[in-house]
């Protein structure tokens, strides 16, 4: 699905589901296959965790601001896409309208590919202009759904991190509480 035939593509997962470890054979296909790939995150800490989830070189991870900054042709340091590049966009569902807008009509105009991997339970967009980008573009291009917890080994935990994707939090608390793994202050 990541590298099929379409311009933007979807992958929705919940937590745990292993969203950006996926994309790491997906960004080494890519590569096998001569693409560029950049690997982007609303923030540092997620991009540096898909930096290394897809083996990505530094220059090519960043934080979305600053991608979406340096697609800019004025910019210094601007970010050249062609119909060779591949970006991939961790944590999507925090995407705001204006950067999503800025994101596809880049992408759309050099032809590049654009990876969107995301939870629509989570985070709204937080960038300018707010909004569910993620959830529209889901719902309007569909989606590849990973359903399977794979970061919790343990079934209880599988469970619990179930239960708060679908906002059952009190089950969530209740089951971390019996294996008493919370302490209350």
Request: proline letters at 3%; a positive charge; hydrophobic letters at 50%.
């Amino acid at each position: 699905h990541a590298l099929g035939p379409d311009g933007v593509v979807v992958i929705e997962g919940r937590p745990g589901a292993g969203k950006s470890f996926a994309q790491g054979p997906v960004a080494k296909a890519a590569r096998a296959s001569g693409y560029k790939v950049h690997a982007i995150a609303p923030t540092w800490r997620a991009a540096e965790i898909l930096r290394r989830d897809t083996d990505t070189l530094a220059d090519h991870a960043r934080a979305l601001a600053g991608f979406v900054a340096r697609l800019n042709p004025d910019h210094p340091e601007a970010i050249r896409l062609d119909k060779r590049t591949v970006i991939i966009l961790d944590e999507a569902s925090m995407l705001g309208l204006r950067d999503a807008a800025a994101l596809l009509e880049a992408a759309a105009a050099a032809g590049a590919k654009l990876i969107l991997t995301g939870d629509t339970k989570q985070l709204l967009g937080v960038g300018g202009g707010g909004g569910d980008s993620f959830g529209s573009l889901a719902e309007k291009l569909g989606r590849a759904a990973m359903t399977a917890i794979r970061r919790q080994k343990v079934e209880w935990q599988q469970k619990a991190s179930m239960a708060a994707a679908r906002g059952n939090m009190a089950a969530t608390l209740f089951a971390y509480a019996e294996q008493d793994r919370v302490v209350l202050v």
